[in-house]
């Protein structure tokens, strides 16, 4: 099985950019689909963005559409997400997450393995 551990995450001032980073472990990345989701304080996690083994497709919440770039480097084992314009309303714990598949997926309970999250804070 795979463990994550996501890193990156921080304190940005609106208009600002971060990137998270997605490690993984114990098995080759390529094994899986990844995606990233978040989840606001008091509310339920959602879906941001999700890539396919290889990188051939990508889909993202109409949310981040044009803001957000999911990016996965198997040779190094790393899951990507790059975070531009940012919006007091992207504030949340982002988590990444991966599912033994072939196909994107975006709902919660279709991901098996998930790392811990990483805080993102955006100060208006």
């Known amino acids: 099985q795979v463990q994550l551990v996501e890193s990156g995450g921080g304190l940005v001032q609106a208009g600002g950019s971060l990137r998270l980073s997605c490690a993984a472990s114990?098995?080759?990345?390529?094994?899986?689909?990844m995606g990233w989701f978040r989840q606001p304080q008091g509310k339920e996690r959602e879906f941001v963005a999700a890539?396919?083994?290889?990188?051939?497709?990508?889909t993202y919440a109409d949310s981040v559409k044009g803001r957000f770039t999911i990016s996965r480097d198997n040779a190094k084992n790393t899951v990507y997400l790059q975070m531009n314009s940012l919006k007091f309303e992207d504030t949340a714990v982002y988590y990444c997450?991966?599912?033994?598949?072939?196909?994107?997926?975006?709902?919660?309970?279709?991901?098996?393995?998930w790392g811990q999250g990483t805080q993102v804070t955006v100060s208006s």
């Open positions: 114990g098995r080759t990345l390529s094994t899986y689909v």
């Open positions: 890539i396919t083994r290889f990188g051939i497709r990508t």
């Open positions: 997450a991966a599912h033994m598949g072939s196909v994107i997926l975006t709902d919660t309970y279709d991901y098996g393995y």
